[in-house]
């Protein structure tokens, strides 16, 4: 009983959760243009990118101030890095904007603990499978 209890104790604290603008249809973006955070040094951009074209997308990686205009949605994130015996992922929050606006379309983050840490792709992962469900 109480090594279940501890298993739904710690299986808890991870949280992945997602809000799409409600006049928004998600589907319709084809062309998305991810922005590298400025500190991103462990392949982030490049999860997010591989897990969009994963997707059927079409996706560039640049700065935002060469932003194409085929693009139908600036992605931005902030990736959080903890450091536990080694580096790990603790927080991923990805924004999808409208470029000509900078509206915000869509959100999601990933919060994970270090007892619940995972690869940045299955944090990726998760957050776009949320975003898209």
Same mark, same amino acid.
């Given at each position: 009983?109480?090594? /279940? ?12 959760? %997602?809000?799409?603008? !409600?006049? @928004? ?8 243009? @991810? ?5 991103? &040094? &462990? =392949?982030?951009?490049?999860?997010? /990118? ?9 996706? $560039?990686? =640049? !700065? ?16 959080? #890095?903890? #450091? ?10 990805? %924004?999808?904007?409208? !470029? ?13 603990? /270090? ?14 499978? $949320?975003?898209?469900?």
């Amino acid at each position: 009983l109480l090594s /279940s209890t501890l298993i739904l104790f710690f299986s808890g604290c991870a949280k992945v959760t %997602s809000d799409v603008s !409600p006049d @928004v249809s998600i589907d319709e973006y084809k062309n998305f243009y @991810v922005v590298p955070s400025f500190d991103d &040094r &462990r =392949g982030v951009k490049e999860a997010i /990118s591989a897990d969009l074209k994963s997707r059927g997308f079409t996706v $560039e990686i =640049g !700065p935002a101030i060469q932003i194409p205009e085929t693009a139908d949605v600036e992605v931005t994130y902030k990736a959080k #890095w903890l #450091w536990d015996n080694k580096y790990y992922l603790s927080d991923l929050v990805i %924004s999808f904007n409208d !470029p000509e606006s900078a509206l915000l379309i869509a959100s999601g983050d990933s919060h994970r603990p /270090s007892i619940n840490r995972k690869p940045a792709e299955v944090m990726v992962e998760e957050i776009l499978d $949320e975003i898209f469900h």
